[in-house]
């Protein structure tokens, strides 16, 4: 980027991802299930997105919600989404996978990049999930992963702080309008990821409330979620003057 940043929003929806260009994303991560942290989206949402915007689409691998510790027939599914995702446009990729004891789980990352290949390939916050850090950050480096999302492996980016620096001094070469401008300034990272999402009231007009679609700690069935442009354009704004 001419900036010397890039700005990239986790989206699931078309609506979502079409706001996010308008707000200036450099790029999109494309997601179903953020409520979970997002999991792999429906190929139709991916050929539609790709017809709607022109930045680069990421798209999330991850069968279910829950931790990082696949079974086999969970990375056969994961295998067929990565080379549907290929097929139907995808930019790049992003995953992760653990072993049960907290560490990169090497042998299923080599063999799921080499099914991403040729494409870049993100390792997403599942490390932040890791046993150790720097550690875990040297193994990916030589797996040959192109980024690294974290939150500084703390339940959010501004707490995190001070891991995030260290983990971009080492490679050397949750965000909001509150937060972004001590983040950048306190890091030495160059891209940064959010999802700059706001409620949408929904336009049903008759509305049942004693009936849910999902578990009680679900996202509100009459509320939509979806990124904001107006707080895309704030975030870039703010890292514009400070990068």
């Not at 339940?155 to 995190?160: D, I, K, Q, T, Y």
């Amino acid at each position: 980027m001419d900036d010397g940043f890039l700005m990239e929003v986790c989206v699931d929806s078309v609506e979502s991802a079409v706001n996010a260009e308008r707000g200036g994303a450099g790029r999109i991560e494309l997601c179903a299930g953020l409520v979970e942290g997002g999991t792999t989206p429906s190929m139709g949402l991916l050929q539609v997105v790709k017809q709607c915007v022109r930045v680069p689409v990421f798209v999330m691998i991850r069968p279910r919600g829950g931790d990082f510790l696949y079974s086999d027939r969970e990375v056969e599914v994961m295998k067929a989404d990565i080379r549907l995702a290929k097929l139907h446009g995808a930019d790049g990729l992003v995953f992760g996978a653990l072993t049960e004891d907290g560490r990169i789980d090497t042998e299923l990352c080599t063999a799921l990049l080499a099914v991403c290949r040729p494409l870049p390939v993100t390792f997403h916050r599942a490390f932040d999930m890791v046993h150790d850090p720097q550690v875990a950050l040297e193994t990916l480096i030589s797996l040959g992963f192109e980024r690294v999302l974290t939150s500084g492996c703390d339940s959010s980016a501004l707490e995190g702080l001070s891991l995030i620096k260290k983990l971009a001094e080492q490679v050397r070469g949750g965000i909001t309008e509150r937060n972004l401008q001590r983040i950048l300034e306190g890091s030495s990272a160059s891209e940064f990821h959010c999802s700059a999402r706001s409620a949408r009231d929904s336009g049903m007009k008759f509305r049942n409330p004693n009936v849910a679609m999902g578990a009680s700690f679900s996202a509100p069935e009459y509320s939509v979620k979806v990124a904001d442009v107006a707080k895309v354009r704030t975030l870039n704004a703010i890292a514009k003057n400070i990068l």
